[in-house]
């Protein structure tokens, strides 16, 4: 497996309510959005974890430098801050 961008995956309420109402089966219940950089992610954390409605949090997928494989975090709002409540090697 090679290095590839890293991505945050996440649900916010007008991806479920299109996944709700869209019966051709197209539409997505997750928002992916994809990013050239770890850093640049990390600059719209904050929003995603505001749009963000799923329980489980933001999910990120990235590799790390040096590593090889896919490294996830889960990120939440915790105390109005974003944080990593969750990460480690897929």
Known sequence: M???KPQATFMTKESWNS???DYSGRARK???VQYKTYRELLKNIKQH???NIDDDGVSVIRSKRGQWGEWF???KNVGGKPEIIKQGWN
Do not use: A, Q
């Open 30 to 32: 997750y928002v992916v």
């Open 2 to 4: 090679s290095n590839f």
């Open 49 to 51: 974890c505001i749009d």
């Open 73 to 75: 975090e889960h990120w």
């Open 19 to 21: 996944y709700r109402n």
